[in-house]
Each structure stands twice: as structure tokens, then as C-alpha cells.
């Protein structure tokens, strides 16, 4: 555990690598994901609790910041513009948000069919999100905490090695109630795991000690 | 008294407004369109239609259709969706769609992925370039800071309530709808990933898409979200659709990467089993 934490902490997970996660912040609440081995994506997608059709679009928060990469200051938003959660700290510099989750499909075009078999992010998202009353129409495009995916000038773009080390963080500020879905990503295929899934550390905290 | 007081003088008048013309509507049926492209026949048009600015259209195509969208007068922005019209649950999944071919641009034998790793159709054809897959469409919230307005009845429409109305009539809700494409105004990502706004590539400039599964298709043609111009500026959207064949294994698309081969692989495998091809 984060000692900086102890006196406003609500909760700590640690989520085993390929795992899934979900768990509803409270406005005002604060989720802080934390790298334990370093180098591991952390796929997340967020709804806002009160009404799931309201969830977090990559394209309305990348039109809105005007900018591909997530860090400190980014606005996560609803594919109506409305702030869902906002990025207050970030030790790792910047996060990805167009690579998406990887799946079964996805991974059969990438590497081969021989992969098809793996378990992946959107398994995780599928059985975590069923949880809530959300399927399949409810996954869109969505955050990779910890994932390096830069785009070259002619548009060549790809996942590469990690800027992420062992104890860097990312803190998310709650601007409504929010329901987080985690997929501990499972990828073994890629770098953006450096080819070896660990678990992160989930904190919830509220600040001022909590209601 | 008006000519319109009576049933049968209001029935007079509205029959008098048949065959009206104007400048941006349907043309019905599809082989009627004034214009067919070379070497098209026109009774192999299916679709012919041309969108205001700020309007929306849909359809479902078959497989093997070609689907031509013309920004007329160089400032259109087609935003695109697409699902499987067997089971819509399938759809357009543009984060596979640039993470899978390793781009972000949209350009030239680029397949539109769905998010089952198939191909629901294939860009076969582009003289514009400047596209986008990064930014969605445009809010109620953000053209009413713009512009003063976002509504589908004022005078800019945003684009996420427009794909709103054009889903609900075929069956799909709000939360059917992913980010989705847009073409003829196009962004480009910087060294530190802020976008810059390229703007159109001109009059004239078309793109034509290759329908590999049977598709929805939604548009709308509205200002992209990132435009920086003051003023709502959108023009009209030529449509036009018509009967041709479906990419094969003799098609230059077919092996253009080694992953668009394994998504037609993928799609011919699914087409077989479900008896469409």
C-alpha cells in the first residue's frame, strides 16, 4: 500500500496479471492504478454509473484535448463531451488511448490464428461488464494506462516498448459517479506487457477522509 | 377562403409539390440519377442521393456493392458507420481497424474492420487523403459552445444525434454507436501528439468503398469536430452506390497486408458458413 494514502484510503486490490477488475468511484473519489512490475498495460473502460449508456469515448476525449496522448489534465469523457474522470497525477508521462483492447479476433489478424485461443482484454471486459448489465453493445475503444502507441509522420502507428516502471502511478478524480471496468491486460504477443502480464495495484481514496 | 381550406384543396396542393427538384435529395429509384459514373449501367445504381450540409442518410447494402462518397464542392465531412446488417451487434471497430494495419490513416485499400476481425467493407479507391479516424463526430454540447447550436432541427446539427436517429430507424440505440470515421476533413498527429486540422483536399475529390459483408451504413455530413473555423461550415455529400463484386483472393486488397489477408480470410470463412458467399 501507498503510505501517502493511508489516512484517505477506501480500498486497495491488487488485480493478478490477465485478470479483470470493476469497482464505482463516487464523485469526488479518486482511483489511483498502480505499475507493480512495470510495463503493464492496463486496459480500462468507464461508464457513468447513474446511466451506462453514457460511457467513455477515445474520440470525443482525443477531439476535445486535441491531442492523442493521455496525462495529467486529460478529461476523460462520455461520447457526449461530459467529463467522467480527470487524470490529477501521472508519474509514467503519457497513455494511450487509440489501440484499443486487444481480442480473440483482433489477436488472430495480428499475429495468426494460432492465437485465437488466448484469453484477452475483451474477455475480460465481457464477463466483467456482464457484472454490471453491460454487453457486448457496450465496449467501445478505450484507455491503455501504461501503453506506449506513438504515430510515425506518414501514420504508421503500433504498440513498442514501455516508458513504465516498477511503482508509477496514474490518479483518476471521480466528476460523476463512475462504474470502471479493468482488464488487467493478458497480452503475451506484444511489447506492451513486455511479453510478460504482472498484477497492478488498485487504490481508491477519498480525499478529506471520504463522506 | 385558401385553395388549402378544404380537404380537397389541401389534397390538390400537396399533390401539386410532386416532382419537385431540388438540390440535395434522393433520387428514386437509384437508376434515375442524371449522372452514372463511367461505365456504370443505371439500373445498377442502388443508391443516389445527395446529403445537405448538416444532413443524414442510411441504407443497408450488399455484399459487392460499391459505395461512392463525392464531396461536391470541397467541404463536405462524411462521418461513417457501419454494422453487420445479419446481427448489428458486429460492427465498425476503429481502434482495431488503425491498431491491426498499423496506421492511422485512412487511405487506399484499407479495410474497415469490425471488432470479430472480418472486413466489413474495403476503401478501394481515394483522391481525397485528408481523413480521419481519431476524433469521432461531432456533440450536441460542443456545436452548441461553437456555434450556439447542436440540435438535429437547427442550423448545425451535430453528428452524434444525427447517427442517434439514423440507428433508431434500423433498430439500434444509442449505445450501438462507436467512434466512428470521417472523410474529406482530415487530421494529422504531431511529434507530441497534438492533432492539426488539415481541412479538405478539395472539390471533386471522392471515395469509394467496397461492401464485403451485408451493411448498415450511416452518415452524416457534418462540420468535423476539430474544424477551427468560426462558422458551421459543411457542404453537400454526393451518394452513390451500385451493384459490383465483393473483394477476392485475385484482388490487389486481398494480400495488400498480411493482416487485411487473414480479415478476408477471416470474412470468407464466415460468409461460407452463414451461406451468403
Redo the contacts between chains.
Keep these: 500500500m501507498s503510505t501517502a494514502y493511508e489516512s484517505q484510503l477506501e480500498v486497495s486490490f491488487d488485480v493478478p496479471a490477465r485478470a479483470p477488475f470493476s469497482t464505482v468511484l463516487q464523485q469526488g473519489q479518486e482511483l489511483a492504478i498502480m505499475d507493480l512490475g512495470g510495463n503493464q498495460a492496463v486496459d480500462f473502460l468507464c461508464y457513468d454509473a447513474n446511466d451506462t449508456s453514457k460511457r467513455y469515448s477515445a474520440a470525443a476525449t482525443i477531439a476535445a484535448q486535441r491531442n492523442i496522448f493521455l496525462t495529467t489534465g486529460s478529461v476523460l469523457r462520455t461520447q457526449e463531451g461530459a467529463p467522467l474522470l480527470t487524470v490529477v497525477a501521472d508519474t509514467c508521462g503519457r497513455h494511450d488511448t487509440l489501440g484499443g483492447a486487444c481480442s480473440k479476433e483482433s489477436n488472430s489478424l495480428r499475429y495468426g490464428q494460432h492465437t485465437r485461443h488466448q484469453h484477452a482484454c475483451v474477455e475480460n471486459f465481457l464477463i466483467e461488464g456482464a457484472k454490471w448489465g453491460l454487453g457486448k453493445r457496450d465496449l467501445v475503444s478505450n484507455v491503455n494506462w501504461y501503453m506506449n502507441v506513438p504515430v510515425e509522420a506518414d501514420g504508421t502507428l503500433g504498440i513498442v516498448d514501455g516508458i513504465s516502471a516498477p511503482g508509477l502511478e496514474v490518479r483518476l478524480r471521480a466528476e460523476t459517479d463512475v462504474l470502471v471496468l479493468v482488464s488487467n491486460c493478458p497480452q503475451i504477443n506484444n511489447p506492451c506487457n513486455g511479453f510478460d502480464p504482472t498484477p497492478v495495484r488498485m487504490i481508491v481514496i477519498s480525499p478529506g477522509g471520504g463522506e | 377562403m385558401s385553395t388549402t381550406a378544404t380537404t380537397y384543396g389541401a389534397r390538390d396542393h400537396a399533390r401539386a409539390q410532386a416532382g419537385t427538384v431540388v438540390d440535395t435529395m434522393p433520387s428514386i429509384p437509384a437508376s434515375t440519377w442524371a449522372d452514372p459514373p463511367a461505365g456504370v449501367a443505371p439500373e445498377a445504381l442502388t443508391w443516389a442521393e445527395t446529403v445537405a450540409g448538416g444532413g443524414y442518410t442510411h441504407k443497408v447494402l450488399a455484399r459487392g456493392t460499391r459505395l461512392r462518397l463525392t464531396d461536391v464542392d470541397g467541404d463536405a465531412c462524411a462521418h461513417l458507420l457501419l454494422f453487420n446488417a445479419e446481427g448489428p ?1 458486429e460492427r465498425l ?4 481497424t ?3 494495419q ?4 485512412l487511405g487506399e485499400s484499407v479495410a474497415l ?1 469490425s ?3 472480418r472486413v466489413l467493407a474495403t476503401i478501394v479507391a481515394d483522391s481525397g487523403g485528408r481523413h480521419d479516424a ?4 461531432s ?4 456545436n452548441t459552445e461553437r456555434y450556439g447550436d447542436g440540435s438535429p432541427q437547427g442550423p448545425s446539427p451535430a453528428g ?1 444525434p444525427l447517427f442517434t436517429l439514423a440507428a433508431a430507424k434500423n433498430g439500434l ?8 470515421l470521417s472523410f474529406f476533413q482530415g487530421v494529422r ?1 504531431q ?5 492539426e486540422f488539415t481541412g479538405s483536399a478539395g472539390a471533386g475529390r471522392s471515395v469509394d468503398l467496397r461492401i464485403e459483408i451485408p451493411s448498415i451504413v450511416l452518415l452524416a455530413n457534418v462540420a468535423h ?2 474544424d477551427p473555423r468560426p462558422d458551421y461550415t459543411v457542404s453537400k455529400l454526393e451518394v452513390l452506390a451500385w451493384h459490383d463484386r465483393p473483394t477476392t483472393p485475385d484482388s490487389p486488397e486481398w494480400t495488400h497486408t498480411p ?1 487485411a489477408q ?2 478476408f480470410e ?1 470474412t470468407a470463412d464466415y460468409l461460407t458458413a452463414r451461406g451468403i458467399a
Design positions: 451487434w471497430n476503429v481502434a482495431d488503425v491498431k491491426v498499423w496506421n492511422a490513416y474492420l471488432d470479430q476481425a481519431l476524433c469521432g463526430t456533440t450536441v454540447d460542443g452524434l440505440e444509442p449505445r450501438d454507436l462507436p467512434p466512428s498527429v511529434p507530441d501528439g497534438g492533432l469536430p476539430v493482416e487473414r480479415a477471416n
